[in-house]
């Protein structure tokens, strides 16, 4: 019976070694097969995570180099017509030099002789097209003193308004109504209408032309020279950043007499004896309507002017 019991012993022994023997083998098998199964694991791990901080910055990139271009669109934009996020602003500094000129009669530049060719009371269907002709065959900018019953007087004019500040010309503010008795009564200047014709006329202009585009180069109807208490309008002007312009020639096309093409040149001449030979000329022209002469005469004095050795510029 001992002897029965030993032998079983011993085989359940060697059962059991043999199991675990066979364990470990398998084990070691699977190991030897795949020894980099964990590191191979850690590796996937780590470039996923670099390949997500790589993408990160590319798309950064990407996004840095939108906004440049976006910016870069946005600052190419044509002043005029960029909209209400790069509104047109006009600069008022040389204007403030002529009107200081005109005032006191000297110049402050004698190296160069400048002419200023301004037009007022526009813009008109009939004239100031020929106008704008003459002064792109020639490659100069002038100043128009635009009204706003002009400006809303059909779409066609709004369109010339356009076709104005696009063609690189300066505009400037004439007052809305051009009325002598709402601004001037009894000759004398009321500040309050005087303002308020000048905003009024401002805010016909943004109208067409878009927010910021509102002039502070003024010119008084009938000029500053021609009424009483301007004293009181003038201070206030200077608070608020207007600028006026007068002249110190013309040509005689709104002075009552009508005159024809040659008239209006010897006019001109005639007005230039008043100004010193070497002094800078701002003349006085209109485009309204029926000034149809004045487109005519304008390119022969725009030759004189060039044979006097003049350049040409606006007034800002």
Do not use: C
């Amino acid at each position: 019976m001992k002897k029965k019991t030993g032998k079983v012993r011993l085989l359940i022994a060697g059962i059991i070694f043999f199991s675990l023997g066979s364990f470990t083998a398998f084990s070691i098998i699977g190991y030897k097969n795949n020894p980099n199964k964990s590191i191979e694991s850690s590796d996937n791990k780590k470039q996923e995570s670099e390949n997500s901080k790589k993408n990160s910055k590319d798309k950064e990139a990407n996004n840095n180099d939108k906004n440049k271009d976006e910016q870069s669109q946005s600052e190419t934009k044509d002043p005029i017509t960029a909209g209400k996020d790069q509104p047109f602003t006009q600069d008022t500094a040389k204007a403030r030099e002529v009107m200081e000129m005109l005032k006191t009669r000297v110049d402050s530049d004698k190296e160069k002789k400048i002419a200023y060719l301004t037009f007022d009371d526009g813009p008109s269907t009939t004239v100031t097209p020929l106008v704008l002709d003459i002064l792109k065959e020639n490659n100069i900018k002038a100043t128009f003193f635009v009204l706003g019953t002009s400006i809303e007087k059909s779409e066609k004019s709004k369109e010339l308004l356009k076709r104005i500040a696009n063609e690189g010309h300066t505009i400037g503010n004439h007052t809305y109504s051009h009325d002598y008795k709402l601004l001037y009564p009894n000759r004398t200047v009321n500040p309050k209408s005087f303002l308020e014709d000048l905003e009024k006329n401002n805010k016909a202009i943004s109208q067409v032309l878009g927010e910021g585009s509102e002039s502070k180069i003024i010119r008084f109807p009938g000029g500053h020279a021609s009424w009483k208490g301007t004293a009181e309008v003038d201070k206030l002007l200077e608070e608020k950043g207007f600028v006026y312009i007068e002249w110190n020639s013309l040509i005689g096309d709104a002075e009552g007499k009508k005159r024809n093409k040659d008239e209006l040149i010897e006019r001109f001449k005639e007005t230039r004896k008043y100004v010193a030979s070497d002094s800078d000329l701002v003349i006085l022209m209109h485009d309204t309507y029926g000034k149809e002469k004045t487109a005519k005469a304008l390119p022969e004095i725009i030759n004189i002017l060039k044979s006097e050795g003049y350049e040409f510029s606006t007034l800002h």
